[in-house]
Each structure stands twice: as C-alpha cells, then as structure tokens.
C-alpha cells in the first residue's frame, strides 16, 4: 500500500495547525516533518517545541525526520514531543546502531536516511533493526528541488535487500516526487512518498494528494 507523506517544510507556518489539519483531512498518511540544524544541512526549521504544538493537530503518524549533527542528543526531546517516527541520517552520526538503539528505547519507530551521495552498503549490516529507510532523492537542506534520477538504483538494491532478507521496514523516498516521479519510485520498490511543495504549492491539498497516489499506483 502506497502512503503519502506531506511535508510541511513547503507549508505556511503562520497556519501551520490549519495546514495539517488540511493535508490530513485531504487523505495524507503520514505527516512528514523536516528538523534542519543549519550545520547538517545549510538551512534551520523546528524544534521538539513545535513538533509538540503540531502533534494535537492530526491522529496522523509525526515522520520526524532529523537533519541535524549529533542527533543522539535530541532523540528524547522529539519522542516525548509526539514523534512517531524518527529518522536520523546515517551521515550525522559515528555510531549509527547505537542511535537506532537510542530511537528504539524512547518507544518510536527508526528510521536512517541516506544522501544521494551515500552508498546503500553502508547500512546494510542494520537493516535488520529498521523500521524504515529514506533515501534522499535530492541533496537534504531544501523544498522545491528537482528529483535525482540515480537514486532509483538505490531504491532497487534496499527493495532486493528487503526480499532477501525477509525484512519489513518501509522504503520512503523524499525529493522532488510528484506525479511525475511517483511511478517511478514505486516500481524500484518504494511504498512512502514524501511531497512538499508537489502537495503545499497546490490549492487543492486533496486532489494533490490524490494525484500522486494514483499516478504511483499506475505501476502495480
Ligand atoms: O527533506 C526535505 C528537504 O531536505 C524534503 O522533505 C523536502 O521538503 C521535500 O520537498 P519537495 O522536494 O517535495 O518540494
């Protein structure tokens, strides 16, 4: 079952209860939220102090997903704040099993994240602790950006991973995905699809939603 994870890095923050509550009603499954520390990534957003404003707002999973330094030292704050998910980047921290430990231990889901840049085999020792992988489909930092097409043989090897190994996590894809690239993504072997502006930049969050579901469904 494919889900859609709006990103509420393109969504107007002087609104941003009405923005999810928007998204949520509209048939969104995850409500995706994008932590910058302007160290990891050259950009900041939110804190736990947001997330926990926001998390009232919608019965959706919280997709947290950290694009910060030394994310050990936040992974409590976002889980009592309400995270459902955490997703931490395999680039951000030395001793990635122990961070996964750490999401594990405050009760949430794990998840690790991986630059476009960064080869699959760097997590493939810990698949078997995950909860979900995001491979990066644009270089993390901003919304808007155009969809890297080298990503989808990355999707391919984490999916062939996934059979292999009888594992379960799911495989979310964040950058660039509309209805253009949804399909696409799918078929690698992708099931959650992150979308920022493809979904806030329309007036219409509902049938945006709907859009690239169906389009990302046209491949199974
Ligand atoms: O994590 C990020 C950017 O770093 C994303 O979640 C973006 O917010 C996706 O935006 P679009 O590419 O869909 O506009």
């Not at 900041?44 to 404003?53: D, F, H, Q, R």
């Not at 690790?112 to 810990?126: C, G, H, Q």
Request: charged share 20%; glycine share 8%.
């Amino acid at each position: 079952m494919i889900k859609i994870a709006p990103s509420i890095l393109s969504a107007d923050f002087s609104i941003l209860g009405a923005e999810i509550e928007d998204v949520d009603k509209g048939g969104a499954d995850y409500i995706h939220v994008d932590v910058m520390d302007g160290k990891f990534v050259p950009n900041i957003t939110i804190g736990p102090l947001i997330v926990e404003a926001i998390k009232p707002k919608t019965s959706l999973p919280l997709d947290v997903h950290l694009m910060i330094e030394n994310p050990d030292n936040y992974i409590q704050a976002f889980a009592k704040a309400g995270a459902s998910i955490i997703t931490v980047h395999q680039e951000a921290t030395v001793h990635l099993h122990r961070t996964i430990q750490l999401i594990k231990v405050a009760g949430v889901k794990a998840g690790v994240a991986l630059n476009p840049a960064t080869p699959v085999e760097m997590i493939r020792d810990i698949l078997g602790d995950l909860d979900l992988v995001l491979i990066m489909t644009v270089n993390p930092g901003f919304g808007g950006q155009s969809f890297i097409p080298q990503t989808i043989e990355k999707i391919k090897q984490v999916a062939k991973w996934r059979e292999q190994y009888n594992l379960s996590f799911e495989i979310e894809v964040d950058g660039g995905v509309n209805g253009s690239t949804a399909k696409e993504c799918v078929e690698a072997g992708a099931e959650v699809l992150v979308a920022g502006s493809a979904v806030y930049n329309q007036t219409d969050r509902k049938k945006a939603i709907s859009d690239i579901r169906t389009a990302a469904e046209q491949s199974e």
